[in-house]
């Protein structure tokens, strides 16, 4: 029973010292990364509180990133004062990485409340949210180039960079068996297979907007811009109706094909539990309700949209200085804004030889850009009168149609090393090193007016 010597928050008795929080009270409140005292105190003045410092805690704790989280006043500080252009990119450009780890951990936590069905397609709706808002702001602000940039970057560093890591890192770690004999790391043939074949239809829609255009521009074509509008739309549509089929074949009708060969051993075996027979980890655990974590995710978004809209309103001034071009920001390094934490994860999973997580989280990212992302980018464009197209610089859709070709021949085996993933590495390098040799306005064209 509750009296003058119960502390306000914990519900123990104390004895001795009444002022005095029972030892260990504090280590709870600051240090525990899963739960806070006075969530289940029967006093909605204590457990109210308690539990938004609980979500404030489990949040900040969430990543090591979050420390840069000290950016983010700073950046609207910068964006507020209008410091200069380089200022206000590079602080709002590195306090939307933290923000973009909180976004991913809010997600995490809605989508293994909702189940497997539900929690994919949550995933696959927020996976790539840091991308979508920051394009929707550049989009608003007429910079279609950037916006492109942007979706193409995003493709290649999932495929190629985060890859890449995943592949050289797990071979790395996992490099030997028992009797040191060299091994590969394994996934689902099947996701390989289906992915593959979806981003070589996202490239064939790049190809066939600037071919066209190739083609109308020999001819004299005087409206070859409206064509190359009406063709994208189209595609666009096309597209989203394909990813909506994507994810009902992949999370309904065959989803035991991309289900990881443990998994599939234990249904068909009937095991259940936290671990398998191998002693598996546990599975994640959601640390926060339904509500909560939406809230979080809300809060987030606000945040990085005020962010993302200094960031880009300095892209401008930054190119001005003649040191940066538009296509190098939008292609290497917002993208990695938007997947400095979905690097990391999969980084992580693949050293633990978890490749088919890997894989979705890279390949799957990849997928969620080229056919939902990118055309709902258009779709907003033509809503709101901004010349959003799939007509992308022949340098770009040719970078991107090599890229797909190389990830296709390395993955279509099911199998994965250490040298696989330095070869994508090598080809990311080499893209990224020929865009940064490129003038400032020698991929500029679609940031051109259209007549």
Not at 45 to 67: C, D, E, F, G
Not at 230 to 245: A, D, E, F, N, Q
Not at 297 to 304: G, K, R
Not at 305 to 316: F, K, L, N, T
């Given at each position: 029973?509750?009296?003058e010597?119960?502390?306000?928050?914990?519900?123990?008795?104390?004895?001795?010292?009444?002022?005095r929080?029972?030892?260990?009270?504090?280590?709870?409140?600051?240090?525990?990364?899963?739960?806070?005292?006075?969530?289940?105190?029967?006093?909605l003045?204590?457990?109210w509180?308690a539990?938004?410092?609980?979500?404030?805690?489990?949040?900040?704790?969430?990543?090591?990133?979050?420390v840069?989280?000290?950016f983010?006043?700073?950046?609207?500080?910068?964006?507020?004062?209008?410091?200069?252009?380089?200022?206000?990119?590079?602080?709002?450009?590195f306090?939307?990485?933290?923000?973009?780890?909180?976004?991913?951990?809010?997600?995490?936590?809605?989508?293994?409340?909702?189940?497997?069905?539900?929690?994919?397609?949550?995933?696959?709706?927020?996976?790539?949210?840091?991308?979508?808002?920051?394009?929707?702001?550049?989009?608003?602000?007429?910079?279609?180039?950037?916006?492109q940039?942007?979706?193409?970057?995003?493709?290649?560093?999932n495929?190629?960079?985060v890859?890449?890591?995943c592949?050289?890192?797990?071979?790395?770690?996992?490099?030997?068996?028992?009797?040191?004999h060299?091994?590969?790391?394994?996934?689902?043939?099947?996701?390989?297979?289906?992915?593959?074949?979806?981003?070589?239809?996202?490239?064939?829609?790049?190809?066939?907007?600037?071919a066209?255009?190739?083609?109308?521009?020999?001819?004299?074509?005087?409206?070859k811009?409206?064509?190359?509008?009406?063709?994208?739309?189209?595609?666009?549509?096309?597209?989203?109706l394909?990813?909506?089929?994507?994810?009902?074949?992949?999370?309904?009708?065959?989803?035991?094909?991309?289900?990881?060969?443990?998994?599939?051993?234990?249904?068909?075996?009937?095991?259940?539990?936290?671990?398998?027979?191998?002693?598996?980890?546990?599975?994640?655990?959601?640390?926060?309700?339904?509500?909560?974590?939406?809230?979080?995710?809300?809060?987030?978004?606000?945040?990085?949209?005020?962010?993302?809209?200094y960031?880009?309103?300095?892209?401008?001034?930054?190119?001005?200085?003649?040191?940066?071009?538009?296509?190098?920001?939008?292609?290497?390094?917002i993208?990695?804004?938007?997947?400095?934490?979905?690097?990391?994860?999969?980084?992580?999973?693949?050293?633990?030889?978890?490749?088919?997580?890997?894989?979705?989280?890279?390949?799957?990212?990849?997928?969620?850009?080229?056919?939902?992302?990118?055309?709902?980018?258009?779709?907003?464009?033509?809503?709101?009168?901004?010349?959003?197209?799939?007509?992308f610089?022949?340098?770009?859709?040719?970078?991107?149609?090599?890229?797909?070709?190389?990830?296709?021949?390395?993955?279509?085996?099911?199998?994965?090393?250490?040298?696989?993933?330095?070869?994508?590495?090598?080809?990311?390098?080499?893209?990224?090193?020929?865009?940064?040799?490129?003038?400032?306005?020698?991929?500029?064209?679609?940031?051109?007016?259209?007549?």
């Amino acid at each position: 029973m509750s009296n003058e010597w119960t502390p306000l928050i914990g519900g123990h008795r104390l004895t001795g010292a009444p002022d005095r929080p029972e030892p260990g009270f504090w280590r709870h409140l600051l240090l525990d990364s899963r739960s806070s005292p006075g969530t289940d105190n029967p006093n909605l003045l204590v457990r109210w509180p308690a539990h938004v410092w609980n979500v404030t805690k489990v949040t900040l704790y969430s990543s090591w990133i979050n420390v840069l989280l000290i950016f983010v006043p700073l950046g609207i500080l910068a964006g507020e004062g209008e410091w200069s252009a380089t200022w206000v990119f590079s602080l709002n450009f590195f306090a939307i990485i933290p923000l973009a780890a909180v976004l991913s951990f809010a997600t995490e936590e809605i989508a293994a409340r909702l189940g497997e069905t539900l929690g994919g397609l949550v995933n696959a709706t927020f996976g790539n949210a840091v991308e979508l808002i920051v394009s929707i702001v550049a989009l608003r602000a007429g910079e279609i180039e950037v916006v492109q940039a942007s979706m193409l970057g995003s493709i290649l560093s999932n495929l190629l960079l985060v890859l890449g890591f995943c592949f050289f890192l797990g071979g790395i770690a996992n490099m030997r068996d028992n009797n040191g004999h060299g091994i590969e790391q394994t996934f689902t043939a099947a996701t390989a297979q289906t992915t593959c074949s979806l981003m070589t239809l996202a490239s064939a829609s790049m190809i066939l907007p600037a071919a066209l255009y190739g083609v109308l521009d020999q001819s004299g074509e005087n409206n070859k811009q409206a064509s190359i509008l009406v063709l994208s739309r189209g595609t666009s549509i096309i597209l989203l109706l394909l990813y909506v089929l994507y994810l009902y074949f992949a999370l309904h009708t065959h989803k035991k094909l991309f289900e990881p060969e443990v998994a599939v051993y234990r249904a068909e075996n009937g095991l259940s539990g936290d671990h398998d027979e191998d002693g598996a980890e546990e599975e994640h655990q959601p640390l926060m309700g339904v509500w909560a974590a939406g809230l979080v995710l809300v809060a987030t978004t606000l945040v990085i949209s005020v962010c993302a809209d200094y960031m880009v309103d300095s892209i401008d001034a930054l190119v001005a200085t003649g040191k940066i071009s538009k296509t190098f920001i939008g292609l290497i390094l917002i993208p990695i804004v938007g997947n400095a934490a979905e690097h990391v994860t999969a980084c992580v999973v693949a050293i633990k030889d978890k490749m088919d997580l890997a894989m979705g989280v890279a390949i799957g990212s990849s997928i969620q850009i080229a056919l939902l992302v990118t055309p709902a980018l258009v779709m907003l464009g033509w809503a709101i009168g901004q010349p959003m197209s799939l007509h992308f610089e022949t340098f770009e859709t040719i970078a991107f149609g090599l890229s797909v070709l190389v990830v296709t021949y390395t993955v279509q085996d099911g199998k994965s090393n250490y040298l696989e993933g330095a070869m994508l590495l090598g080809l990311y390098m080499i893209i990224a090193l020929a865009f940064w040799v490129s003038p400032p306005d020698a991929l500029q064209k679609l940031s051109m007016p259209w007549n």
